[in-house]
């Protein structure tokens, strides 16, 4: 079976694989770049990368009217309880979990993790999903670069999505220099043009990959599909 994966706009993304949907990261409210409104995206499971609110976004309702188990953090899948979700799974980093899709494993990442509401949110991770259909997809969501992408890359990588926003995560430099540790076979740019703050040339960024590694580059539009 496929898996493809739809670019929401910043790091919202949805990853169709089996006929499951796996929303990552559903920013859609107050996401200028949006390409969905909450009420429309399906989810059978939400990601929940760290606390800040241009990532945790909509979860609550979402999962509320989708019935969608949430995978996060120990201290955000505890914050989300007390917010009246009862279908959460916590991980913590290096840890994962067998699910009806595949295998989710909670990777490092160097960011913050506050809630919205000034809770404690624990540290903000990524996540290296083990698909049913033998693809792999690490989704690096908000970090900094960091040596370790060499182990998660030795792990295989068919699609990485990775930041190039910079400011408040890796900027187009350090990114080229993540697909050089994590070896994917194709990369996915995220968390760029939301907001001026992070504007970047994400064509640009792509020729420097061709140019530079065997990977592919993919650049989409907020809405687009990708399948892999
Ligand atoms: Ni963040
Ligand atoms: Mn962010």
Not at 7 to 34: C, Q, R
Not at 56 to 82: F, H, P, Q
Not at 131 to 157: N, P, S, V
Request: charge should be negative.
């Amino acid at each position: 079976m496929a898996t493809r994966v739809c670019w929401l706009g910043h790091a919202s993304l949805l990853v169709e694989t089996d006929g499951t949907n796996i929303l990552i990261d559903p920013f859609l409210n107050g996401n200028p770049k949006a390409a969905k409104k909450p009420g429309d995206v399906p989810a059978d499971f939400i990601l929940v990368s760290h606390g800040h609110p241009d990532h945790v976004g909509d979860t609550i309702d979402i999962a509320k009217r989708t019935g969608a188990t949430v995978i996060s953090n120990y201290e955000i899948s505890e914050w989300l309880g007390k917010k009246g979700l009862t279908k959460v799974h916590p991980l913590q980093h290096g840890g994962g979990r067998e699910f009806a899709f595949g295998r989710v494993k909670f990777t490092l990442a160097f960011h913050g993790s506050v809630l919205p509401d000034g809770s404690y949110g624990g540290n903000p991770g990524g996540f290296h999903l083990f698909l049913k259909d033998g693809k792999k997809i690490y989704d690096a969501a908000d970090t900094g670069l960091f040596g370790d992408m060499k182990l998660i890359g030795e792990e295989g990588i068919d699609l990485a999505i990775l930041p190039i926003g910079d400011n408040f995560t890796m900027g187009p430099d350090d990114a080229l220099r993540a697909v050089k540790l994590l070896a994917p076979k194709k990369v996915l740019p995220i968390h760029y043009n939301t907001w001026d703050l992070i504007a970047q040339d994400a064509s640009a960024w792509a020729d420097r990959v061709r140019k530079e590694t065997s990977c592919q580059p993919v650049v989409l539009n907020p809405g687009d599909w990708l399948d892999i």
